[in-house]
Nanobody
Framework: VQLVESGGGLVQSGGSLRLSCAAS????????MNWYRQAPGKGRELVAS???????NYAVSVKGRFIISRGNAGNTLYLQMNSLKPEDTAVYYC???????????????????WGQGTLVTVSL
C-alpha cells in the first residue's frame, strides 16, 4: 500500500493551497486518515484527521483555516489550506490506517502507512 501526496509549493502569506493524497495498492479498507506536518527543526505534529465516516478533527493552530476531506471512494485525502501563515511552513505528510488481507482464509492485519511528504512554504 502506498500513499502519494501532491499539491505542495510556495505561496504568499494569506494565500491558499490544496494538498492531495492518493492511496494505491491492495487493501481491504482504509480507516482513519490524517495530515501531519514537520517544520524545520521541530517534531512532527498532527494537523487534521478524518474518520472513515467522514468526521474531522483539527489542531487548534489550523482550526477555521484548514479543511480535511476524503474522496467519495475513501481512497483519496485532501487538505484545503486557507489564510496560510509563515508558521504553516513545513513538510506535510499523509498518514492512514489500512486493513490488508494476509492469506486466502481472509485473515486481516492493520497497518499504518505514511506518504513521502510534500513541502509547503509560506512567504511573508
Amino acid at each position: 500500500v502506498q500513499l502519494v501526496e501532491s499539491g505542495g509549493g510556495l505561496v504568499q502569506s494569506g494565500g491558499s493551497l490544496r494538498l492531495s493524497c492518493a492511496a494505491s495498492g491492495s487493501f481491504r479498507s482504509i480507516n482513519a486518515m490524517n495530515w501531519y506536518r514537520q517544520a524545520p527543526g521541530k517534531g512532527r505534529e498532527l494537523v487534521a484527521s478524518i474518520t472513515s465516516g467522514g468526521s474531522p478533527n483539527y489542531a487548534v493552530s489550523v482550526k477555521g483555516r484548514f479543511i480535511i476531506s476524503r474522496g467519495n471512494a475513501g481512497n483519496t485525502l485532501y487538505l484545503q489550506m486557507n489564510s496560510l501563515k509563515p508558521e504553516d511552513t513545513a513538510v506535510y505528510y499523509c498518514n492512514a490506517g489500512v486493513t490488508v488481507v494476509t492469506n486466502i482464509e481472509g485473515a486481516t492485519r492493520d497497518l499504518e502507512v505514511w506518504g513521502q511528504g510534500t513541502l509547503v512554504t509560506v512567504s511573508l
